[in-house]
């Protein structure tokens, strides 16, 4: 008797979403893995900041950038803040501004498709694959309801030394002026970037408890 052939095509589908803090090791982590084989949805050029590439995806932080705003402009009362940051060319200020928080905001059906097509479109072929945005640690919540078989990598880095590279680096990709009526001085900002640091690390601690059934490996970032 010849045996029973079965058509067993299904597509496995992984999801690895790369959650951690900017400045804390997160491209580097994100390189690891697209040399590992994993498909990272991110830009692998050299940039200023990232001379081994980013590996960010330009499409998540579209996303996320349009679901802080949502977040600013609902809690932020302050409105010569709100005015000082209302051209969408500080959206990638907003990041560094906005707090994690528990509660979710609502978004509109737009940016809902947009987490769709972007789910969609990476993993319709069955690979493994992934992606890091920094803003995720603020935005997680708003794409776990769309992936499949998702998986946590952790990144935590000393928050003193996020809060300096990002210190840094924001004053290179926005003027002083601007810096300095948001954080203050330099050593006012690195203090106020080292609260937000602190704040983003309880949110995954908090992440960790809220999904203890997705798998996750928590990575350390020593320098």
């Given at each position: 008797m010849r045996p029973i052939q079965t058509n067993n095509t299904k597509k496995v589908i992984k999801t690895v979403m790369i959650l951690g803090e900017g400045r804390s090791g997160t491209s580097v982590l994100a390189g690891t893995l697209q040399i590992l084989g994993v498909k990272i949805d991110g830009n692998s050029l050299p940039s200023q900041f990232n001379p081994r590439g980013s590996f960010e995806?330009?499409?998540s932080a579209r996303i996320s950038n349009q679901i802080v705003r949502?977040?600013?402009d609902s809690e932020n009362k302050n409105r010569e803040i709100r005015d000082l940051l209302a051209s969408h060319d500080?959206?990638?200020l907003l990041y560094w501004v906005v707090n994690p928080k528990s509660d979710m905001v609502s978004i509109n059906q737009t940016i809902r498709?947009?987490?769709?097509?972007f789910i969609y479109n990476n993993s319709k072929n069955g690979a493994i694959w992934g992606w890091k945005d920094p803003r995720l640690v603020i935005t997680l919540k708003y794409f776990l309801p769309f992936v499949e078989s998702p998986y946590l990598i952790v990144i935590f880095r000393n928050p003193f030394k996020v809060a300096k590279s990002s210190e840094k680096m924001i004053r290179?990709?926005?003027s002083n002026q601007i810096v300095e009526r948001l954080f203050g001085d330099k050593s006012k900002?690195?203090?106020?970037l080292s609260k937000k640091v602190l704040e983003s690390d309880q949110q995954i601690i908090?992440?960790?408890?809220?999904?203890?059934?997705i798998p996750t490996l928590i990575v350390t970032f020593e320098d």
């Open positions: 995806s330009a499409i949502t977040i600013f500080y959206d990638d498709g947009e987490i769709k097509r290179e990709m926005f900002c690195i203090l106020k908090k992440y960790l408890y809220e999904y203890p059934n």
